[in-house]
């Protein structure tokens, strides 16, 4: 029932869906306070030079961003080819055009809005096969709808857990591999701790030994709101092909390449995710000093 109700609502169209924005707005975060304590501690600890008014205002925008890259998101169920590539365009794709053909690539992004239309509008553009990493949703029609979204255009999703044998497998099929790295490892992987936002942080470790290991070139790609609903896409060359980063060095690049994306417009990015509450264990690494 509620799968069809989604279905339903990505039909409307997007200037009603975004007075359904304004709505969810005002009842889940004024009223409600959907995660605000953990946006809040969020923010407070990632930027403690700004003042309380500054703060505030970032949370504002960043609920509104929130909202209405939901409902952007309910609408790529039904969105079309043509209208996908009106709402979303590429600034520079020869960065990542370069490498089509030639050579297994590794995409990085950030949870920064709106990654959802990113990432498909990536696939849509380029001919070469994509892979993309999730994690598993527990209500399984929810995790067939989001895998049908994210695979409309042919891109092939590999569980995170399995991420790294995955691509070993497709190495050598000049393959697109399309992750986002920027929140906190969950389950039994072992972790890179550096200082990411003025704390402590943990970043898969197995991300920066695939890139290290294969010597693929890295990309990173980030949406940069240009218009409401219109998106422009943005990559930039992180390593070459048959670089000699080691596995430390890769994170390090992109974890500044996501600090400094963040800095630029703190309100973009995903705050009501719990990032910090992740702890160091046993055969965890630390960044050398």
């Known amino acids: ?3 069809r109700l989604v279905l339903l609502l990505s039909k409307l169209p997007l200037g009603v869906l975004y007075g359904l924005s304004s709505c969810l707005y005002w009842i889940l975060y004024r009223f409600i306070g959907y ?10 600890n990632s930027f403690p030079e700004l003042s309380g008014k500054e703060l505030l205002a970032i949370e504002r925008t960043f609920y509104r961003n929130f909202f209405e890259f939901t409902v952007e998101t309910l609408k790529s169920f039904s969105l079309s080819k043509e209208e996908l590539e009106k709402r979303v365009t590429m600034k520079n794709p020869e960065v990542l055009g370069q490498f089509e053909g030639k050579t297994s690539i590794m995409v990085m992004g950030s949870h920064f809005f709106n990654w959802e239309l990113m990432a498909v509008a990536v696939d849509n553009y380029f001919p070469t096969q994509a892979y993309f990493t999730y994690q598993k949703l527990s209500n399984p029609g929810f995790n067939k709808l989001m895998l049908q979204m994210r695979s409309k255009y042919g891109a092939v999703g590999i569980l995170k857990h399995e991420t790294a044998q995955s691509i070993r497998e497709r190495i050598g099929t000049n393959a697109m591999f399309c992750i986002l790295a920027d929140q906190a490892p969950i389950g039994h992987a ?31 790609v980030f949406s940069k709101k240009i218009a409401r609903g219109r998106y ?58």
């Open 35 to 44: 995660r605000k304590s953990v946006v809040r501690k969020n923010l407070k």
């Open 1 to 3: 029932m509620m799968i």
């Open 232 to 289: 422009e896409l943005h990559y930039h060359l992180l390593a070459p092909a048959g670089h000699q980063l080691t596995s430390e060095e890769v994170l390090e690049r992109y974890k500044e390449w996501n600090e400094d994306l963040i800095k630029s417009n703190p309100s973009a990015w995903l705050w009501t995710h719990d990032r910090w509450k992740t702890k160091f264990r046993k055969g965890d690494i630390k960044k050398k000093e």
């Open 190 to 220: 072992r972790r890179y701790w550096t200082t990411f936002l003025n704390q402590e942080s943990a970043f898969y470790y197995g991300i920066g030994q695939i890139s290290a290991l294969t010597h693929m070139p890295i990309v990173v």
